[in-house]
Antibody, heavy 116, light 107 residues
Framework: EVQLVESGGGLVQPGGSLRLSCEASGFTFTSYWMNWVRQAPGKGLEWVAT????????YYVDSVKGRFTTTRDNAKNSLYLQMTSLRAEDTAVYYC?????????WGQGTLVTVSS | DIQMTQSPSSLSASVGDRVTITCRASQGISNYLAWFQQKPGKAPKSLIYAASSLQSGVPSKFSGSGYGTHFTLTISSLQPEDFATYYC?????????FGQGTKVEIK
């Protein structure tokens, strides 16, 4: 059974930093690209970032470029999202998502609130 | 960036109705189109990928079609558990983009 478990969310002040984690199980993590998607309160879904199998290719939505960095530790089957210079508009539930061809599983999400 | 436009934004339907949601891309995306269902307070669930391939475990009442710029999600016979918000997403190019969502409500 595929499981994706995010953690690391919380309340942070504008300008602050936070590191999200996503622990994957139930599939061969090292073989697949992975994704981050977020959803602001009461809003739709927004793709945030994608990383390839060995971390050598990364893509980001323009609004987070230069502030967010996604990495992975294949030995730990884990995906990370380092978020810096956080803004109020980054407030959202952040999900990690597995590739669609292997089921497109979503984690339960972790809430990031940026507020003073 | 590729814009994804869903229609309608919301609809009211009755149990047993056939429902179709449309998703249009601002430029051709081949068949790199996925559909998701989201219920209030829950994570989205993947329904369809590659425009028409059903994810494992998704009931066959859901079907997808389309290619290029025009795509549809059809629910053949709406059931109470299908009332939710549905999103399309293109994964042909970066940035990946979602439609704005279609809320399916009970009439």
């Amino acid at each position: 059974e595929v499981q994706l478990v995010e953690s690391g969310g919380g309340l942070v002040q504008p300008g602050g930093s936070l590191r999200l984690s996503c622990e994957a199980s139930g599939f061969t993590f090292t073989s697949y690209w992975m994704n981050w998607v977020r959803q602001a309160p009461g809003k739709g879904l927004e793709w945030v970032a994608t990383i390839n199998q060995d971390g050598s290719e990364k893509y980001y939505v323009d609004s987070v470029k230069g502030r967010f960095t996604t990495t992975r530790d294949n030995a730990k089957n884990s995906l990370y999202l380092q978020m810096t210079s956080l803004r109020a508009e980054d407030t959202a539930v952040y999900y990690c998502v597995s590739p669609y061809k292997i089921g497109g599983y979503w984690g339960q999400g972790t809430l990031v609130t940026v507020s003073s | 960036d590729i814009q994804m436009t869903q229609s309608p934004s919301s609809l009211s339907a009755s149990v047993g109705d056939r429902v179709t949601i449309t998703c249009r891309a601002s430029q051709g995306i081949s068949n790199y189109l996925a559909w998701f269902q989201q219920k209030p307070g829950k994570a989205p669930k993947s329904l369809i990928y590659a425009a028409s391939s059903l994810q494992s475990g998704v009931p066959s009442k859901f079907s997808g079609s389309g290619y290029g710029t025009h795509f549809t999600l059809t629910i053949s016979s709406l059931q109470p558990e299908d009332f939710a918000t549905y999103y399309c997403q293109q994964y042909n190019s970066y940035p990946r983009t979602f439609g704005q969502g279609t809320k399916v409500e009970i009439k």
